[in-house]
């Protein structure tokens, strides 16, 4: 995944020929036609000695670097003339082994996205619609000219190949919709309000320590939808698509920068979106070429640092620990080594390695002792960031998992809570005078007797007070009768329609009083009877009750159930726990170390 020694070799040459600013597309080492020139023996031997390579490796780099440079001098030469550019193309992600993985492209920079894709296709034999073009870290649309998409002459472009097999491919058009899919299902969830009664899905933002942040409606609909993509982004990294998971984080991040610096300054979320896509971009094999990712890495670093501390001393303060967290280091030190090699900063990517390896070898968990956490009922995640925690002592670390549970445990029952009594308090309104109705004094009164829905109109016509809301009660004994204001919507069914209007009462009429009784059958005939089968206006319908909030349009079964079923497909991909991002295996990053620590030797 790295860059090949000869590759390697060949940027060594460029660097120390930049440092004497050599120029190999002049005489003597080019003629005067544009052929190979003279290179004398003494240059040869003094890069050779200083490089500690042999004349022959020397000579050959010379020479490739030396049609690299006419190459590109004739190629600027065309752009500035006929205004034609040249791109090269990397082809990645599932591309058929025997496709042009390197391509240069000569286009007009005023084409758009869906034309640059047929010139590859033409040249790669790849359909379009499996294409998928990135440049500088964004997604290049197809009805935009790519001159307004960060495309520039000998721009490099990712080409992200969707599919792999005969099979695959006849599924091909199903995975371009599927990330179309995946936006909207993610823009239905963020639009949820919260409700603890219905029983539909709904997300929370908490902060560091799983507290529940409340956002204006708008900024919470942008968080959601971004965290909701950044998600199944994880969850396709999980599964190692990379380049389904690219396209997903890109998504992502474009979510992201439309909220405020304030809110993002706040939270980790967007380092580690930042984070994840270089993620991608070295599994793809292009970290070496994307200058976004060294941009992406210090805004990560920067973040972890605001939100952490520089020495994570926030987390050891917020979370009584921060070694879970050091995961996140290891993949962002290893990141930022790899890139600095490629830059050719090797000291420096020395130490940064050596950082991520100090890292990883306090994060490696012992096989056997994962086992027999596991064997206690714990699920390998548990176990493993328990472990991690307590460095590897089960007793401890057990103590930890157990504690971690009953924090979240309570936290989760708090708000519940919280969201019940916020629910509640959208259902019983304002007061005349404009203010919410106070739940405490809706209690008070609940406990002495008063029924729930007599208690909230009271309170809504005293203006919360309760002195006068007993006043109004007694002079309204006609309230008494109202239905409870946090009775759940309940559907009701041919059989308690036919136990209702099997005592004489009118089908509409049985119908709404069992609605506004929330299904209770022998409530509701209680009332009918009463009243002799007349159901009066309900006083919460006044400009100041609680009920008078203009109904949505209602869906039709089919909207709601694609809806439901939009929402489904996404949700297996939402962690419960708020440590999912930390339960790194760190298997593909031990790899990656040891590869790179063997290039680091072979410069030495």
Request: with cysteine.
């Amino acid at each position: 995944m790295a860059l090949s020694v000869g590759e390697h070799i060949l940027d060594r040459v460029r660097k120390q020929l930049n440092a004497d600013k050599v120029k190999l597309w002049l005489p003597p080492y080019t003629s005067e036609d544009g052929q190979k020139g003279v290179i004398p023996q003494d240059f040869i031997t003094k890069y050779s000695t200083g490089l500690g390579l042999p004349d022959d490796t020397v000579l050959s780099a010379l020479e490739e670097l030396r049609l690299h440079a006419l190459e590109k001098l004739a190629t600027r030469k065309k752009f500035q003339e006929s205004g034609i550019a040249t791109l090269k193309v990397k082809l990645t992600g599932k591309a058929p082994q025997e496709a042009n993985h390197q391509l240069t492209i000569e286009t007009r920079l005023q084409a758009n996205g869906l034309q640059l894709k047929q010139l590859i296709s033409k040249d790669c034999c790849i359909d379009t619609n499996r294409l998928k073009l990135i440049a500088s870290g964004h997604v290049i649309e197809d009805d935009v000219a790519l001159q307004t998409q960060h495309v520039r002459h000998n721009s490099q472009i990712m080409a992200i190949c969707l599919t792999e097999t005969e099979a695959e491919a006849r599924q091909h058009q199903e995975q371009i919709q599927q990330l179309s899919k995946t936006r909207q299902a993610a823009e239905l969830l963020s639009s949820k309000e919260e409700n603890t009664d219905s029983g539909e899905y709904y997300l929370q933002i908490a902060d560091q320590n799983g507290k529940r942040l409340d956002l204006p409606k708008e900024e919470r609909k942008a968080l959601v939808l971004a965290m909701t993509l950044h998600e199944k982004g994880k969850a396709s990294m999980k599964r190692r698509q990379y380049g389904e998971a690219l396209l997903l984080l890109l998504e992502t991040d474009k979510e992201f920068r439309k909220c405020r610096a304030a809110i993002l300054n706040a939270v980790d979320n967007y380092a580690i979106v930042c984070l994840d896509i270089v993620w991608c971009y070295l599994c793809l094999k292009n970290v070496g070429d994307l200058p976004d990712a060294e941009t992406r890495l210090q805004s990560c670093e920067d973040c972890f640092r605001r939100s952490y501390g520089a020495n994570l001393e926030r987390l050891t303060v917020v979370k009584g620990g921060a070694i879970t967290e050091l995961a996140l280091f290891v993949r962002l030190h290893l990141l930022q080594g790899i890139l600095a090699f490629h830059q050719h900063r090797v000291a420096e990517a020395a130490v940064l390695l050596g950082k991520a390896e100090s890292e990883l070898k306090r994060l490696l968990v012992d096989d056997e002792k994962l086992t027999e956490v596991m064997a206690m009922g714990f699920t390998a995640q548990e176990a493993r960031l328990g472990l991690r925690a307590c460095e590897g002592n089960i007793e401890r670390a057990v103590e930890h998992i157990v504690k971690k549970k009953e924090e979240k445990k309570e936290l989760r029952k708090k708000e519940h809570e919280e969201r019940k009594n916020k629910n509640l308090s959208k259902k019983l309104g304002q007061t005349a005078n404009g203010k919410s109705v106070n739940l405490e004094t809706y209690h008070s009164l609940v406990s002495m007797g008063f029924p729930k829905g007599a208690a909230g109109e009271a309170l809504r016509q005293a203006n919360n007070d309760i002195d006068l809301a007993l006043q109004v009660l007694q002079e309204h004994p006609e309230f008494l009768s109202l239905p409870d204001p946090d009775v759940s919507e309940v559907q009701i069914s041919d059989d308690m329609l036919a136990q209702v209007t099997n005592m004489g009462f009118d089908v509409n009429i049985a119908r709404e009083a069992l609605r506004r009784y929330g299904g209770q059958i022998q409530r509701a005939i209680e009332e009918l009877l009463k009243t002799g089968g007349v159901l009066a206006p309900q006083p919460g319908t006044s400009a100041t009750g609680g009920q008078t909030d203009a109904s949505p349009t209602k869906k039709s079964p089919e909207e709601l159930q694609q809806e439901k079923d939009a929402i489904e497909s996404i949700v297996p991909d939402i962690p419960e726990g708020e440590e999912d991002y930390l339960d790194l295996t760190l298997e593909e990053e031990a790899q990656f170390l040891t590869e790179y620590k063997m290039l680091l030797e072979s410069t030495r």
